[in-house]
C-alpha cells in the first residue's frame, strides 16, 4: 500500500505564504504524475497544481503566479509554496500521486489521496 501524508496548512492572514508538504511511503516503484487539489465548503475539488516526473507543471488560472509546485523524487514528496495567498484560497488541500507500487512482488497501479490538510485565509 502507498501511504501519503501531508503537512503545512493553517491559518495566515491576506498576503501570507504556506508551504504544503505530502510524502509519500510505501511499496513504491515509480511515481508518475504528482497533484495539489483543494475543495472548499459547498465547492467541487478542483486541481491546484500538478508536476510529471520529468518536472513539467500545470496550473490552475487562479493560482498561476503565486504558487509553485516542486516535487524531491529522491523523498518522494511533493510541495505547494503558496504565496500572496487570498481569503478565496481557503480549502482543504489534498494531495494526489499515480504510479507503480508492488505487493507480494507484483507491480499495480496506484491513485492515492492525501488525508487533506485546511488552509485558511483570514484575518
Known amino acids: 500500500q502507498v501511504q501519503l501524508v501531508e503537512s503545512g496548512g493553517g491559518l495566515v492572514q491576506p498576503g501570507g505564504s504556506l508551504r504544503l508538504s505530502c510524502a509519500a511511503s510505501?511499496?513504491?516503484?515509480?511515481?508518475?504524475?504528482m497533484a495539489w487539489y483543494r475543495q472548499a465548503p459547498g465547492k467541487q475539488r478542483e486541481l491546484v497544481a500538478a508536476?510529471?516526473?520529468?518536472?513539467?507543471?500545470n496550473y490552475a488560472d487562479s493560482v498561476k503566479g503565486r504558487f509553485t509546485i516542486s516535487r524531491d523524487n529522491a523523498k518522494n514528496t511533493v510541495y505547494l509554496q503558496m504565496n500572496s495567498l487570498k481569503p478565496e484560497d481557503t480549502a482543504v488541500y489534498y494531495c494526489?500521486?499515480?504510479?507503480?507500487?508492488?505487493?507480494?512482488?507484483?507491480?499495480?497501479?496506484?491513485?492515492?489521496w492525501g488525508q487533506g490538510t485546511q488552509v485558511t485565509v483570514s484575518s
Open positions: 510505501g511499496s513504491i516503484f515509480s511515481i508518475n504524475a
Open positions: 494526489n500521486t499515480a504510479g507503480i507500487a508492488t505487493m507480494g512482488g507484483y507491480p499495480y497501479e496506484y491513485d492515492d
Open positions: 508536476i510529471t516526473s520529468g518536472g513539467s507543471t
